[in-house]
């Protein structure tokens, strides 16, 4: 196990993790201070849990753009949403350089936000007429891989024929 403060300067996510359960040992032992350890050590598990939710609210968005810009022949808001999933990567870039041990629960995360995010551009490509049952069963049936998501692939433009 690494010194605390060098953990945490290194793995935010890893560190907070490490301390909540340390905070859980040392207040089963016997002390003469008065700290309430187990609610300490939630709040301290409640941050590595942030970050966390911070990744998958991230991959949440960039799955919902993606869909998006792969099931729309809208032009206008195709900008808008390279950009929101370019920013989303720079902020999952910022997140996994503060926490590196998060690279491990990205594939679930990618798993669990998959539904989410597709509900997500349903909803949005609903309220402009662009889903028909095809479109439908095309987003529920659509998987990204980390890469994909990740990475700095783009889905291709779709066919302008239903503009």
Known sequence: ?????TLYDKDFYLWSKQQAEALRVAGRGATNYPIDWENVAEEIDGLARSERRELGSQIRRIIEHLLKLENSGAI???I??????EDARNE???LLEDSPSLNTEIGTTIGAEMKRGSRKAIGELKKYGEVDPAT???IRARTYAADEVLGDWFPPEPPRGAE
Do not use: N, Y
């Not at 808008?80 to 999933?85: P, R, T």
């Open 80 to 85: 808008g949403w390279v950009a929101s999933i």
């Open 1 to 5: 196990m690494s010194e605390p403060k």
């Open 92 to 94: 999952i870039e910022v």
């Open 76 to 78: 206008d808001p195709r």
């Open 136 to 138: 439908l069963a095309r």
